[in-house]
Nanobody, 131 residues
Framework: QVHVAESGGGLVQAGGSLRLSCAAS????????MAWFRRAPGKEREFVAA???????????YYADFAKGRFTISRNAAANTLYLQMNSLKPEDTAMYYC?????????????????????WGQGTQVTGSS
């Protein structure tokens, strides 16, 4: 049974940093896309960042505009783990952050920015940015 679990959320002051982790089990996702989404209070869930397997040991990372320059997505393929380093946090980054994984082999250089392109979801970890 596949299980995806996030950790690392918390309360952080504006300008601070936080690192989210995601551990996947039950299936090897090293050759598939993984990503982070978030849902802020009263808003729809939105794409944050993703990292696709291109081939060999090459991965391709891409971001939502609000995340560029502040967030960094990375993964430890051998450990089936995904990370999101968030710097310069703002109060508007307050949201539940979800780790997701795909088993679509065609998602390599193709960017997957919509929820329906992912097959497995974690329960989320809360990030709260204070002003």
């Amino acid at each position: 049974q596949v299980h995806v679990a996030e950790s690392g959320g918390g309360l952080v002051q504006a300008g601070g940093s936080l690192r989210l982790s995601c551990a996947a089990s039950g299936r090897d996702f090293s050759r598939y896309a993984m990503a982070w989404f978030r849902r802020a209070p009263g808003k729809e869930r939105e794409f944050v960042a993703a990292i696709n397997w291109i081939g060999g040991v090459t991965y391709y990372a891409y971001y939502a505009d609000f995340a560029k320059g502040r967030f960094t997505i990375s993964r430890n393929a051998a450990a089936n783990t995904l990370y999101l380093q968030m710097n310069s946090l703002k109060p508007e980054d307050t949201a539940m952050y979800y780790c997701v994984a795909s088993v679509n082999e065609r998602l390599k250089s193709l960017e997957a920015r919509t929820q329906g392109q992912y097959d497995y979801w974690g329960q989320g970890t809360q990030v709260t940015g204070s002003s």
